[in-house]
């Protein structure tokens, strides 16, 4: 059973950092592309960033460009999301997804969610 399990959300004032890890389970993770999306209260999932099976392609979506940055630790079945600048637009609950296809995961359609953790930025 694959298991995506997110965790280092929290609050934070604008300009702030925050770390988001999500650890990965029942899969061979260094086969799957990963990435993380954000849903904001009352607005649909998005696409926040992609990182390849081998850390060798990142793409990330226009409004976090410059100041998130996504990485992943095979030997740690682990992905991360490094956020800094955070803006109050950053509000969300923050997705962690796998994919054994890089593409589906830029197309919003991963095989495999986690459960989300949210970050809270305050002006």
């Known amino acids: 059973q694959v298991q995506l399990v997110e965790s280092g959300g929290g609050a934070v004032q604008a300009g702030g950092s925050l770390r988001l890890s999500c650890a990965a389970s029942?899969?061979?993770?260094?086969?799957?592309?990963m990435g993380w999306f954000r849903q904001a209260p009352g607005k649909e999932r998005e696409f926040v960033a992609h990182?390849?099976?081998?850390?060798?392609?990142?793409y990330y979506a226009d409004s976090v460009k410059g100041r998130f940055t996504i990485s992943r630790d095979n030997a740690k079945n682990t992905v991360y999301l490094q956020m800094n600048s955070l803006k109050p637009e950053d509000t969300a609950v923050y997705y962690c997804?796998?994919?054994?296809?890089?593409?589906?995961?830029?197309?919003?359609?991963?095989?495999?969610w986690g459960q989300g953790t949210q970050v809270t930025v305050s002006s």
């Open positions: 997804a796998a994919d054994l296809a890089g593409s589906m995961i830029i197309r919003g359609t991963p095989a495999y």
């Open positions: 029942g899969l061979t993770f260094s086969s799957y592309a």
């Open positions: 990182i390849s099976r081998n850390s060798d392609s990142t």
